[in-house]
């Protein structure tokens, strides 16, 4: 594959760049230098920059996506459609410069239209018409209050439409919302959202009934290693994701990101060496756990025995030998079935459980559990999760808990759901509301107990609890076909896992939007015409 220029050149480079006007088009990836500085009058207040490099909707994956730099070179954050913002100062002093580098993809949507033959999926069809504008790159203040007011109410407002009319509690939520709008005064909301939050302070504080369900969320991002993207792409997407989750961990210590595919790990430790040492600091510190035990999240349908047990072998060596973990589960979110000899292999290589949702996209049958023992052609079984949310891309919102709750097929004990937490709600781009929403007392009476960011650990039980009773799948599990013969040994359904983690202390935050009260517009310069590749682009 291509090679990339190191970041490190970013500042030389940069000195020879020229300015950038709101509008200017762009079409390649580019290098772009942001200089400003913090209006003395904002001393004490949360200020961040806010970047829009040309996003052309509110999906990220397939667009201007962008990772930014300090002015020495070294990593900070990435940026998407949903997460535009980069730290400066909380509080700030006033006056400070800001001075930052912005490397800015370029890539094709795709799938803008859906999944219909397009001409900007090959270089020699998409033509030279550049995709993308900047947009703008601004000094802004955060207003907190009115942050936090708008996440409160999204998150009661969604928890009322999921509770029946006739339940006390859903009215209880209507008068406590309404109560909070007669106290905003919408001709000044900075200065009264606080008010208007202490009218929800009660109702979000009460937590769920005592017989609900316990969930556990673990923030992840599954990004394909090879999609509709150059690979090259795949390197700086791991890149922007894995600097996102390692500054998520500053600010939110009880986050837990579970991340698999041992490749992209290789990539980011070659091409960004400082987003590496801060992996490597978040695992220690439990921010961060390694999973999968495989080389890459590799289909499980057309690979022969000995392709799946190199996947295992070269995937648990390196996250020993790199990062001091030893992995014990299978994580295929998104792959499309599983031969009848992954348990037999997965025993083999020390791996006590299995995790994957993907056959719950099935269009003709559905799988009868979603926590069994799945037994393999030779008889060996691994204990296996499908995460009743239905989904790897779950946002944990009220209609997602209450069709986990429903959907669940182990009703009557009370017993731990888990749900892969996509951090930034599409591929690869967590922020941190994503993050702030996981880890609340309890989401407000009515739904799951709580929302644990030790799904890893819960998963962990491994089925000790089961005692040889439960739910077993037998042969191979397809996408689309007959999952294989299911049996009940001891005529109960799904086993358990023996272990249980508390409920997370905190507050209900949830999505994370920004509200910035004021703004004051950067500087914006490229390099000149034999730059314009900025550091990202590949070198011929």
């Known amino acids: 594959m291509s090679r990339f220029r190191s970041p490190t050149r970013w500042p030389r480079r940069m000195s020879r760049s020229r300015p950038v006007r709101s509008g200017a ?42 990772l930014v730099y300090d002015a020495h070179g070294v990593p900070l954050k990435g940026i998407h459609p949903r997460n535009r913002h980069i730290p400066v100062a909380s509080p700030a002093d006033g ?42 790159a ?3 203040v955060l207003d907190e209050d009115v942050w936090h007011l708008v996440l409160d109410i999204e998150v009661l407002s969604e928890l009322m439409r999921e509770l029946p009319a006739d339940r006390p509690r859903r009215h209880e939520i209507l008068r406590a919302l309404e109560n909070a709008l007669d106290a905003l005064d919408l001709h ?61 961990a500053g600010d939110y210590p009880e986050l837990v990101f579970a991340c698999s595919q041992a490749q992209q790990y290789a990539w980011v430790k070659e091409h960004q060496p400082h987003i590496w040492e801060r992996i490597k600091k978040a695992v220690a510190e439990g921010n961060w756990a390694p999973v999968g035990s495989m080389w890459v999240e590799s289909d499980a349908n057309m690979p022969g025995g000995e392709a799946l047990a190199r996947q295992i072998v070269h995937g648990k060596r390196f996250f020993v030998e790199e990062l001091g973990v030893d992995t014990e589960e299978i994580w295929l979110p998104d792959s499309f079935g599983y031969t009848a000899a992954f348990p037999q292999l997965a025993k083999l290589a020390g791996v006590k459980w299995f995790l994957t949702q993907k056959l719950s996209w099935n269009q003709s049958n559905k799988m009868p559990h979603h926590t069994f023992w799945w037994e393999g052609i030779d008889g060996t ?46 591929r690869g781009r967590p922020h941190p509301g994503d993050a702030g929403e996981g880890a609340p007392a309890g989401l407000p009476g009515g739904l799951a107990e709580g929302r644990d960011p030790q799904a890893v650990g819960v998963l962990h039980g491994g089925g000790a609890g089961v005692r040889g009773q439960g739910a077993g799948v037998v042969g191979r599990a397809v996408s689309g076909a007959a999952p294989g013969h299911v049996h009940h040994p001891g005529g109960h359904q799904a086993g ?41 682009a590949p070198v011929p």
């Open 25 to 66: 088009s762009r079409g390649r990836p580019g290098g772009f230098r942001l200089e400003g500085a913090v209006p003395a009058e904002w001393a004490g207040r949360r200020v961040e920059v806010v970047i829009d490099p040309g996003f052309t909707d509110d999906g990220p994956g397939f667009q201007a996506e962008g």
């Open 95 to 136: 006056g400070e410069p800001v001075r930052l580098l912005l490397e800015a993809a370029a890539n094709p949507s795709v799938l803008r239209d859906g999944f219909a033959p397009t001409p900007l999926g090959d270089v020699l069809t998409a033509g030279d018409r550049p995709l993308y504008r900047f947009a703008s």
């Open 138 to 140: 601004d000094v802004a």
């Open 188 to 248: 000044d909301v900075p200065a009264t959202a606080a008010a208007a939050r202490a009218e929800l302070a009660g109702v979000l504080e009460r937590p769920a009934h005592a017989s609900a369900h316990r969930v556990s969320a673990a923030g992840h991002a599954h990004i394909d290693s090879a999609w509709l993207w150059p690979l090259r792409e795949t390197v700086r997407k791991a890149s922007r994701t894995f600097a996102n989750v390692t500054a998520l």
């Open 381 to 426: 079984r691994v204990f296996t999760h499908f995460p009743p949310v239905d989904t790897y891309n779950a946002q944990f919102s009220a209609a997602e808990l209450a069709h986990a709750e429903k959907n669940f097929r182990r009703q009557g004990p009370r017993h731990p759901l888990t749900g892969p937490l996509r951090l930034g709600r599409r």
């Open 496 to 536: 358990q896992p023996a272990q249980r983690t508390p409920a997370a202390g905190g507050r209900v935050v949830g999505h994370g939007r920004r509200a910035p009260r004021a703004r004051v517009r950067l500087s914006v310069r490229r390099p000149g015409p034999n730059l314009e590749d900025g550091t990202a």
